[in-house]
């Protein structure tokens, strides 16, 4: 289609009529609070879109006009779309903006209505069955509904032959895919959504007891005897089968949902690789159908295939291929999701509650093949698991079969949740205790004891020292989380071991009322600073010393001393300035009252021990130093005429007496409004110190010839 001969074609505007049913059927306008209790404007008329048609050289012209337009009374369409059925060719022309627009007829916007699916599109019959006559439909289809078939069919073979060979591909990888195991859907509804029992009302009979039933064992059972009476959406155990229920009486509701994602790892026929594929999964189960039966629908949202290490190597989904109207499986299709608030796409299949009962067959030849998948997946649980990084775990550790029938749980559960220490394993061994660098001996302590990889390091440790740790300190390293490595870290420096610094440390944290990560860390700090002052933290005296805190906040006393001093020395040289103006800052701001007196720092490093002592920001960065330094802005000391040496209120200031901020120790206002008084009085007084000395110069004026200007605090004075 030329897009010149196209603007030739007859032009289309708004007919009387149409202007009319405008005027009769205009814009409503309504505010609605929505439920995520937001004010929300909404826009609607009977009808959004109006049409008029004309068809020459075998060439549909559909003139689109919107309500809003005609209400205003503008005549022209605001789109204009051309179809062309021999060539399986459309276009479309926006005349206000003179644009040419590839979109489908979905796709254009119509300004003015909220929502278009509730408004009707105005058409003439003879419109209407010229439309369908042209298109050869058959039926007697709306317009925009007969214009939209045909675009999203044309559209559809368009990138159905410029994408053939991406669909092609996929369509490879998808056959390859098995089919889903016979009971899937059974095995979804028993063991995928939580459990519900479901219980009856009380009978007024005497002979009649009320009966629950539990929707996991199918079992109807009676509440006689029974130890906890139930109550509708409490949590409990079925009698029966031992799993978790909530309770639902029996009339309370009209209807129950659940819904989850459910994934199934399969083998490809190919045997290149694997798939994961993601289901989306919903139970119904209604009242006037009986709570014993439910519906259950099953639909596959996307899939995953991995390499032979589990890694991800392509994702699809299935859902609207490329705007074409067609769903299929496709990389990226046009199905968004929703999630707080916002649409995303995922790239990758999420957690979902693993099918279990094919994993044994389709991991066969693995090393790892003879694991409890169920218990691993926590398919009893009924929880949603990430499968790729499981069984890369399991790939990692193919003896963590051996581990988990030894019966050490915690060191399974700290493997799976990726917490285990690799440099603890030798995956080069056959023997699970040489695995664990252990001796016998040892491994069967290590079995006893349940420990993870603390306990596993600690008794390692035993094994290469031989030196002995008791079953009193593994206990207390699991209980308190104590990170094992970095403890014996500490006894390389000091010389003791795993077992007498444990003791020291525990004995330590029962005098200062500390918990392990404190002490330790207090501890970690003392011997540091210990070394920093030449001390042997080798000798018992040091590495043992039975007031720790107390030669803890010693050393960093002296420490922060030494610190101090470089940082005031630093400052001095840096900014020598507010040394040397202070004569001229101190005839500027001195003040005082009965009570108080502003004092001017003598020089920057007076700035930095006001900080220190007020415990605040001015003087641990040079911002506020560096400001008076350059007389932008000013520190002066509020203090109390009865101690001067003792810091009060420390005050940011302009020439001019203006008050930045106040603040006493800590960032505190003590006697704020009384300080607050104080300070305007301040203020009052350097001002009019500005004014008397703005006098003195406008005398010179007059006396000399001169001309006086301010430049920042100077005044300079130069020949009118």
């Given at each position: ?236 155990k079925c009698p029966r089968c031992g799993v978790n229920i909530k309770y639902k009486s029996w009339n309370k509701q009209k209807y129950v949902t659940d819904e989850t994602d459910v994934g199934l790892l399969q083998r490809l026929k190919d045997n290149s690789g ?226 007498r610094t444990l003791n020291y440390l525990k004995k330590q944290m029962k005098i200062e009322e500390q918990s392990w990560t404190d002490i330790f860390r207090h501890y970690k700090d003392y011997l540091e600073m210990a070394a920093v002052f030449d ?186």
């Amino acid at each position: 289609m030329i897009k010149k001969d196209l603007l030739a074609m007859k032009k289309l505007t708004a007919t009387k009529q149409m202007i009319k049913t405008a005027e009769e059927n205009p814009i409503e306008t309504k505010k609605i609070r929505t439920s995520w209790g937001c004010n929300h404007t909404e826009t609607k008329s009977k009808y959004a879109r109006y049409f008029r048609i004309s068809i020459e050289d075998g060439i549909l012209k559909v003139a689109i006009f919107s309500q809003n337009k005609l209400q205003q009374g503008d005549k022209t369409p605001i789109y204009e779309v051309y179809c062309n059925k021999t060539k399986d060719e459309y276009m479309t022309y926006e005349p206000g903006e003179d644009k040419w627009r590839k979109a489908k007829i979905d796709n254009l916007t119509y300004p003015g209505i909220t929502y278009l699916y509730q408004s009707e599109n105005w058409q003439q019959d003879k419109d209407r069955k010229a439309v369908n006559e042209y298109f050869e439909t058959g039926l007697n289809k709306d317009i925009y509904a007969a214009v939209l078939d045909f675009q999203a069919a044309t559209k559809k073979d368009q990138l159905q032959k410029k994408h053939r060979s991406e669909l092609e591909e996929i369509d490879e990888v998808m056959r390859e895919v098995p089919e889903v195991p016979r009971n899937f859907n059974d095995w979804i509804a028993k063991n995928c959504f939580r459990e519900i029992m479901f219980y009856e009302p009380e009978s007024k009979c005497h002979y009649r007891y009320p009966r629950m039933y539990c929707t996991h064992c199918k079992q109807w059972m009676d509440t006689l005897g029974f130890p906890n009476r139930p109550e509708h959406n409490k949590e409990g155990k079925c009698p029966r089968c031992g799993v978790n229920i909530k309770y639902k009486s029996w009339n309370k509701q009209k209807y129950v949902t659940d819904e989850t994602d459910v994934g199934l790892l399969q083998r490809l026929k190919d045997n290149s690789g694997w798939i994961l594929r993601s289901f989306n999964c919903r139970i119904k189960r209604e009242h006037d159908k009986g709570w014993e039966n439910y519906e259950i629908h099953v639909f596959e949202e996307s899939r995953e295939r991995l390499d032979d290490t589990f890694r991800q190597v392509e994702f699809f989904e299935f859902g609207e291929y490329k705007y074409t109207g067609v769903d299929r499986w496709c990389h990226n299709c046009r199905r968004s999701h929703f999630s707080y608030g916002y649409y995303y796409y995922p790239q990758e299949i999420e957690k979902v509650v693993m099918y279990t009962p094919n994993l044994k067959r389709e991991l066969r030849r693995e090393a790892f093949s003879k694991i409890d998948f169920k218990k691993i997946m926590k398919g009893r649980e009924r929880k949603r698991v990430d499968p790729k990084f499981i069984l890369r775990k399991l790939r990692q550790h193919p003896y963590i079969e051996y581990i988990q029938k030894s019966s050490l749980n915690i060191l399974v559960n700290e493997i799976m949740n990726d917490k285990e220490d690799m440099s603890l394993f030798d995956n080069t061994k056959l023997k699970i205790n040489d695995v664990l660098k252990l001796e016998k001996q040892r491994f069967q302590r290590l079995k006893k004891l349940n420990g993870g990889c603390r306990t596993l390091t600690a008794l390692q440790y035993e094994q290469q020292t031989g030196q002995k740790v008791s079953d009193e300190n593994i206990s207390f390293i699991e209980t308190v989380k104590v990170d094992v490595k970095e403890v014996i870290d500490i006894t390389e420096k000091t010389g003791m071991n795993l077992e007498r610094t444990l003791n020291y440390l525990k004995k330590q944290m029962k005098i200062e009322e500390q918990s392990w990560t404190d002490i330790f860390r207090h501890y970690k700090d003392y011997l540091e600073m210990a070394a920093v002052f030449d001390m042997d933290i080798t000798d018992e005296i040091v590495c043992r010393q039975p007031k720790l805190m107390e030669y803890h906040n010693r050393y960093a006393e002296r420490k922060n001393r030494q610190k101090n001093r470089c940082r005031d020395k630093e400052v001095d040289l840096k900014y020598p300035k507010i040394k040397e103006n202070r004569k001229k800052f101190k005839e500027r701001f001195e003040f005082k009252t009965e009570e108080f007196e502003i004092v001017v720092p003598k020089k920057a490093s007076d700035i930095t021990r006001e900080g220190r002592l007020q415990h605040h920001c001015v003087g641990a960065s040079d911002t506020y130093i560096s400001n008076m330094n350059s007389e932008r802005y000013f520190i002066l000391f509020l203090r109390k005429r009865s101690n001067l040496k003792n810091p009060y209120y420390t005050l940011e200031v302009t020439w001019d007496g203006d008050i930045m901020q106040y603040y006493a120790a800590y960032d505190r206002q003590p006697d704020k409004e009384k300080i607050k008084a104080v300070l305007d009085e301040f203020t009052k007084q350097v001002k009019k110190r500005e004014k008397e000395l703005e006098k003195k110069i406008h005398e010179a004026e007059k006396r000399d010839g001169l001309k006086g200007v301010r430049i920042g605090t100077q005044w300079e004075m130069y020949r009118a």
